[in-house]
T-cell receptor, first 115, second 110 residues
């Protein structure tokens, strides 16, 4: 069964450093997403991406965040200057809208720890 | 009012029990509805989409009441492996973003 993959599974970084989280969405999906989940809290939407551009972003997704699809398979989330409060699980998801009710499938996540 | 509201639980039930979870959502224009399950420190996994006509998948039955903005999930014959957090999820009216509830924790005991 096709699945979303993410690397690394765990990233530890110093405050102020840049991090890039990587995702490989399901191959025939067209919409890509990033969500995050701070420990003990609910899953929150960050950004959606379609046709090589951002289609929607949340208030959390400020100028420190960016997304990119550098090639035909990878989808990345970059945080330019990490803050302590960026520590969270970051989940990538993908979907094929219009076909199945916008069902989104999630990757296993990257646990980001900012020290 | 929270966008998606759920009873956090935990619901502690014996194996074989039937358990029901409820959820309410605030945006009456929401278009898509789902139940996901999340195991501790893992990703949300799609359990089922929820349709106005109601739908069933094995031991799981989901119902949607648009007039009351209410979604339910019924689990029959609970298994130990059903222990998880169940997330009620709604998709926006003109948006594909998913809006998650905080989840309802289920513990199934032997």
């Amino acid at each position: 069964e096709p699945e979303v993959t993410q690397t690394p599974s765990h990233q530890v970084t110093q405050m102020g450093q840049e991090v890039i989280l990587r995702c490989v969405p399901i191959s025939n999906h067209l919409y890509f997403y990033w969500y995050r989940q701070i420990l003990g809290q609910k899953v929150e939407f960050l950004v959606s991406f379609y046709n090589n551009e951002i289609s929607e972003k949340s208030e959390i997704f400020d100028d420190q965040f960016s997304v990119e699809r550098p090639d035909g398979s990878n989808f990345t989330l970059k945080i330019r200057s990490t803050k302590l409060e960026d520590s969270a699980m970051y989940f990538c998801a993908s979907s094929e809208p219009g076909l199945r009710n916008n069902e989104q499938f999630f990757g296993p996540g990257t646990r980001l720890t900012v020290l | 009012r929270k966008e998606v509201e759920q009873d956090p639980g935990p619901f502690n039930v014996p194996e074989g029990a039937t358990v029901a979870f409820n959820c309410t959502y605030s945006n009456s224009a929401s278009q898509s509805f789902f139940w996901y399950r999340q195991d501790c420190r893992k990703e949300p996994k799609l359990l089922m989409s929820v349709y106005s006509s109601g739908n069933e998948d094995g031991r799981f039955t989901a119902q949607l009441n648009r007039a009351s903005q209410y979604i339910s999930l019924l689990i029959r014959d609970s298994k130990l492996s059903d222990s998880a957090t169940y997330l009620c999820v709604v998709s926006g009216d003109s948006s594909y973003k998913l809006i998650f509830g905080s989840g309802t924790r289920l513990l199934v005991r032997p």
